[in-house]
């Protein structure tokens, strides 16, 4: 079983800043990347930011939406994936998911697990 727990989620005033963690635990043999997704309400789930093994800045990628304002980051020794989230703007808010895509033992598959979710309010 794996298990991934997010937290700091809230409401902020446009413009402030909000850090998401996720972390995983339970039977991990590897993980290969962790990211953020999220989803508003009547829309899809997007990607917002991952980032490969590596764990190096070079490693990660943005929604352009959030390029210059978010920064992704990994603490590979805990299993745990960060979203500092600068200058937020109400179009910003949604359910954040975090997502680890990992393999289980050395003969696994790899697959995705997801996190409950945690929401960001952006208020104008």
């Known amino acids: 079983q794996v298990q991934l727990v997010e937290s700091g989620g809230g409401l902020v005033q446009a413009g402030g800043s909000l850090r998401l963690s996720c972390a995983a635990s339970?039977?991990?043999?590897?993980?290969?990347?962790m990211g953020w997704y999220r989803q508003a309400p009547g829309k899809q789930r997007e990607l917002v930011a991952a980032?490969?093994?590596?764990?190096?800045?070079?490693?990660?990628n943005y929604a352009d939406s959030v390029k210059g304002r978010f920064t992704i980051s990994r603490d590979n020794a805990k299993n745990t994936v960060y979203l500092q989230m600068n200058s937020l703007k109400p179009e910003d808010t949604a359910v954040y998911y975090c997502?680890?895509?990992?393999?289980?033992?050395?003969?696994?598959?790899?697959?995705?697990?997801w996190g409950q979710g945690t929401q960001v309010t952006v208020s104008s």
């Open positions: 997502y680890a895509r990992l393999r289980s033992s050395p003969v696994a598959a790899i697959y995705d697990y």
């Open positions: 339970g039977r991990i043999f590897s993980i290969n990347a």
């Open positions: 980032i490969t093994s590596g764990g190096s800045a070079s490693s990660a």
